[in-house]
C-alpha cells in the first residue's frame, strides 16, 4: 500500500523558513516525478514544486526564487525547502507522486501538513 507521510509544518513568522519532508513507502518512487501541492482556506488547491528522477525541477509562479524542492532517493524522501515566507504561503501542504504533466497531474497523495506564516 502507498503511503506518503508530510512534516514539518508549523508556525512561522513572515520572513521566516521551514523544511517539509515526505516520506515514501509502499512502491519504488525514484523513477517516479514527484512534487508539492498547498490549498489555502477557500481556494483551489495549487501547484507549488515538483522533481523529476533525473532532476528537473519546476515550481509555481508564487514561490520560485524563495522554495526549493529536493529528493533523497536512499530514503525514498522529498523535501521543500521553503524561504522568505510570506503570510500568503499560509496553506496545507501536501505531498504527490507519480505526477505528470503541467501542472502535473498525481496518482498518490499525502494527507498534509499544515503552514501557517504569521505577519
Known amino acids: 500500500q502507498v503511503q506518503l507521510v508530510e512534516s514539518g509544518g508549523g508556525l512561522v513568522q513572515a520572513g521566516g523558513s521551514l523544511r517539509l519532508s515526505c516520506a515514501a513507502s509502499?512502491?519504488?518512487?525514484?523513477?517516479?516525478?514527484m512534487g508539492w501541492f498547498r490549498q489555502a482556506p477557500g481556494k483551489e488547491r495549487e501547484f507549488v514544486a515538483a522533481?523529476?528522477?533525473?532532476?528537473?525541477?519546476s515550481y509555481g509562479d508564487s514561490v520560485k526564487g524563495r522554495f526549493t524542492i529536493s529528493r533523497d532517493y536512499a530514503k525514498n524522501a522529498v523535501y521543500l525547502q521553503m524561504n522568505s515566507l510570506k503570510p500568503e504561503d499560509t496553506a496545507v501542504y501536501y505531498c504527490?507522486?507519480?505526477?505528470?504533466?503541467?501542472?502535473?497531474?498525481?496518482?498518490?497523495w499525502g494527507q498534509g501538513t499544515q503552514v501557517t506564516v504569521s505577519s
Open positions: 522533481r523529476s528522477w533525473s532532476g528537473t525541477t
Open positions: 504527490a507522486a507519480d505526477c505528470n504533466g503541467m501542472p502535473p497531474v498525481c496518482n498518490y
Open positions: 509502499g512502491r519504488t518512487f525514484s523513477n517516479l516525478r
